[in-house]
């Protein structure tokens, strides 16, 4: 099926963070050093903040296998917690249970001893919070305080915090002044510019088999660069539906216009106007985004032919207005550039007898 057509082993645009797929642009490897560096050198306060679909999440599992066996862990995500779920969640880390009968000061007393034995073996305790802009201010201020783990010549205890803009935007409030003061390092990615995009696309292309030829060329990469701003989450969505989408009409070589035709299909504003839904308003009864299909894999086959033609996904409704489905569309191949006609029904059905033969 797909994964044939483009000669793939597995699909190279996933929506998990596998750290066989990293890709350490220049923002990145700057960012990784930077927390490496903050940590071996006792820094004990550092902050990643970058905006959403940058790659935080794979970044902070790269640091956690650069420290290995040198460091004691804990990684934390859930944070819309108040101190003592976030203490109980460090104790679960632990391996400890999660504390559900101990009191506040009861945990720390446990997360105490345990920084102590870190202490006579040499390790360095390092505790990594990821989404720390969803952190309460009780919790914010709680980590604080556990930065007070400390001897007169070490810390105990060196903490990442990682999230999106809104939490530099909380630690920038007056009433965090004592926290901010004791963040000693502020780590920021940038997006990806269009020959790291170009990087990023065929690294993970190799990765996950493809030899040979570019499937992204030239103008197609700089589409992609274009479109999804240099935002890895939105580069891998843009990819993975241009894929589908080459797919479906049998090209293998993929160029600009087949891309922003992709784009101009997520474009949320443009499908509002389309079809008169406000953006950020679903009409009631709606499934909410996250108990929808998972985009990044085979449901997301189903997504397109959706999208291509609704009659597909069993609906009787209508084509959106604007997307009339006998549209003529060009395709320029490898072979010299023809034209061709292909209504949007016939599209649906060769996806579809693609997806099952």
């Not at 105990?156 to 009433?175: D, F, N």
């Amino acid at each position: 099926m797909l994964l044939d057509h483009y000669g793939l082993r597995e699909q190279p645009f996933g929506v998990t963070p596998n750290p066989r797929y990293m890709y350490l642009g220049e923002g990145h490897r700057e960012a990784l050093a930077s927390l490496v560096y903050g940590v071996d050198s006792g820094r004990g306060f550092l902050a990643l903040i970058a905006p959403p679909g940058m790659g935080k999440t794979t970044l902070l599992f790269q640091l956690l296998e650069r420290l290995g066996s040198t460091a004691k862990t804990v990684f934390l995500f859930q944070t819309q917690c108040d101190a003592r779920g976030f203490m109980r969640s460090i104790m679960a880390d632990l391996g400890l249970g999660d504390g559900e009968d101990d009191d506040l000061v009861t945990l720390q007393s446990r997360l105490n001893q345990v920084l102590i034995e870190e202490l006579q073996a040499r390790r360095k305790f390092v505790l990594v919070v990821d989404e720390a802009q969803n952190l309460e201010d009780s919790a914010l201020e709680f980590v604080r305080m556990l930065s007070n783990f400390e001897t007169p010549r070490e810390k105990l205890m060196h903490i990442v915090l990682a999230g999106q803009p809104q939490l530099a935007e909380k630690l920038a409030r007056p009433s965090m002044v004592q926290l901010r003061q004791r963040v000693s390092m502020f780590v920021r990615l940038r997006p990806l510019g269009v020959t790291e995009t170009g990087e990023y696309i065929n690294h993970r292309l190799e990765v996950a088999g493809h030899s040979g030829p570019p499937i992204f060329d030239r103008g197609a990469v700089r589409a992609v660069a274009s479109s999804s701003g240099g935002i890895p989450r939105n580069i891998n969505n843009l990819c993975f539906n241009a894929l589908s989408l080459g797919y479906a009409v049998g090209r293998k070589t993929l160029d600009s216009d087949l891309v922003r035709e992709v784009a101009a299909d997520l474009d949320l504003q443009r499908l509002a106007a389309e079809t008169g839904v406000a953006v950020g308003s679903p009409p009631a009864g709606a499934v909410p985004p996250s108990a929808g299909p998972d985009r990044g894999g085979a449901d997301g086959w189903a997504v397109m032919l959706d999208r291509i033609l609704p009659e597909a996904a069993g609906s009787d409704a209508p084509l959106s207005a604007g997307r009339d489905r006998t549209a003529v569309r060009s395709k320029r191949d490898s072979g010299g550039g023809s034209n061709w006609k292909e209504t949007a029904g016939s599209l649906a059905g060769r996806l579809r007898d693609r997806m099952v033969n």
